[in-house]
């Protein structure tokens, strides 16, 4: 065993987002709270896609770190 030398996978992700189905899945996901957010009364479209991509990110950063979290989790 060679100490300091990588695994043989470059990105661990690669194994699970290339899973069965896991795209569709993402992609509903991620419709499914954009449509949560346009239900809530009083707030624009703009402020929703804002909403959308800052909890799609903040979701991301904490289940599929491609880095240790920081303070997020």
Do not use: D, K
């Not at 599929?64 to 920081?70: D, H, K, S, V």
């Amino acid at each position: 065993m060679n100490v300091g030398t990588a695994h043989s996978e470059v990105n661990p992700n690669t194994r699970v987002m290339n899973s069965r189905g896991i795209w569709l899945s993402y992609v509903l996901a991620i419709g499914l709270l954009h449509v949560v957010l346009l239900s809530i009364p009083f707030v624009s479209v703009p402020v929703v896609w804002t909403l959308t991509n800052l909890i799609h990110n903040m979701v991301r950063t904490c289940l599929l770190p491609t880095q240790p979290c920081g303070l997020l989790c």
